[in-house]
T-cell receptor, first 111, second 115 residues
C-alpha cells in the first residue's frame, strides 16, 4: 500500500506565527501534490498544489516539494485563528488515477 | 468558478430504502470522483470516472452503484445500506486524471445517516 504520512498533531501556534505542516509519501513515481484545508463538518477545500521541485507561494501559503526526499510541506505565514482547521496532504500517485490522502494534521491558531 | 454542487446536503434513509446522491459541475472537467469520509478520518476513494467511463472501483460493495449520465453529472445510487455506511459522501472533479491539470475540487458533501 503506497502511503502518505502526516504528523497527526495537533499543532498549536500563536496568532501571527508561521505554521509548518509536513508530509512524506512512499511512491517515488508520484507527480502531483496537493494541500487541502478542512473545517470541522465541512468538505475539503483545495488551497495549494505543486507539481515541480521547489517552492510555490500564494499569499500567506507556501508549498515546498522535494521529490528526492519524497517530502512536501506547507508553510502558513502570519497565522490567523481562521486558519484553525485540519490540513490534508494528498498525492496523485505515478501512473495511477488515484488521489491518496494523508490522515491530516489538526492546526489550532491561538489568539 | 470552481463549484461542484451536491444534493441533497443531508439524507436519512432506512436500510430498505433506495436513494440517490447527485453531483453536478459546469467547469468542463472530464474526471469525477466519489469519496466517503468518516469522522476524523481522511477521504477514502470509492469511484473514479474519466470521460464518462468508470475508471476505478475501489472494491466498493454493490449496494453503492455509480452512474455518470453525462460529463457534468455524477450520481451515486444507494440500496440496502447498513448503519456503518453513515458518513459524509464527497463528490469531486478535475480537468483530467493525469498530467499537470489534475487539481480536484470537492463539493459540499452529502451527510448520510442510515437508520
Amino acid at each position: 500500500q503506497k502511503e502518505v504520512e502526516q504528523n497527526s498533531g495537533p499543532l498549536s501556534v500563536p496568532e501571527g506565527a508561521i505554521a509548518s505542516l509536513n508530509c512524506t509519501y512512499s511512491d517515488r513515481g508520484s507527480q502531483s501534490f496537493f494541500w487541502y484545508r478542512q473545517y470541522s463538518g465541512k468538505s475539503p477545500e483545495l488551497i495549494m498544489f505543486i507539481y515541480s521541485n521547489g517552492d510555490k507561494e500564494d499569499g500567506r501559503f507556501t508549498a515546498q516539494l522535494n521529490k528526492a526526499s519524497q517530502y512536501v510541506s506547507l508553510l502558513i505565514r502570519d497565522s490567523q485563528p481562521s486558519d484553525s482547521a485540519t490540513y490534508l496532504c494528498a498525492v496523485k500517485q505515478g501512473g495511477s488515477e488515484k488521489l491518496v490522502f494523508g490522515k491530516g494534521t489538526k492546526l489550532t491558531v491561538n489568539p | 468558478d470552481t463549484e461542484v454542487t451536491q444534493t441533497p446536503k443531508h439524507l436519512v434513509m432506512g436500510m430498505t430504502n433506495k436513494k440517490s446522491l447527485k453531483c453536478e459541475q459546469h467547469m468542463g472537467h472530464r474526471a469525477m470522483y466519489w469519496y466517503k469520509q468518516k469522522a476524523k478520518k481522511p477521504p477514502e476513494l470509492m469511484f473514479v470516472y474519466s470521460y464518462e467511463k468508470l475508471s476505478i472501483n475501489e472494491s466498493v460493495p454493490s449496494r453503492f452503484s455509480p452512474e455518470c449520465p453525462n460529463s457534468s453529472l455524477l450520481n451515486l445510487h444507494l440500496h440496502a445500506l447498513q448503519p456503518e455506511d453513515s458518513a459524509l459522501y464527497l463528490c469531486a472533479s478535475s480537468h483530467t486524471l493525469t498530467g499537470t491539470n489534475t487539481e480536484a475540487f470537492f463539493g459540499q458533501g452529502t451527510r448520510l445517516t442510515v437508520v
